[in-house]
């Protein structure tokens, strides 16, 4: 959730810069409404575009970690990658780097 808070944060100010955010589920009960619950109970303003049963898009990206941060740039290069909650300072420089 913490995360997802931070995204839900910083992604404003670099949407207008062509950032595309998309958060992916991987448990397989997961649901729209079980989405829209966790966006409420986070306390997003703004939900998080999200893939439903994402587990082909994890599989592709080789993601088996709940907190998963992979980070693509505009030629779909993979710039960024951790398994734990990444804090806002590193989301930003590594954006700021990219764009």
Known sequence: MEE?????DILPAYEDRGLEMLM????????EQSIEAF?????LDEPLPTVVDGADVARRYGAT???TTIILD???EEIYRD????DAATITEVLDGAM
């Not at 997802?4 to 839900?8: E, N």
């Open 4 to 8: 997802a808070r931070t995204w839900s």
């Open 24 to 31: 992916v589920s991987i448990d397989p009960y997961e649901t």
């Open 39 to 43: 966006n409420t109970q986070a306390g």
């Open 65 to 67: 970690a709940l907190e």
């Open 74 to 76: 505009r030629n779909g």
């Open 83 to 86: 398994a734990a909650i990444t």
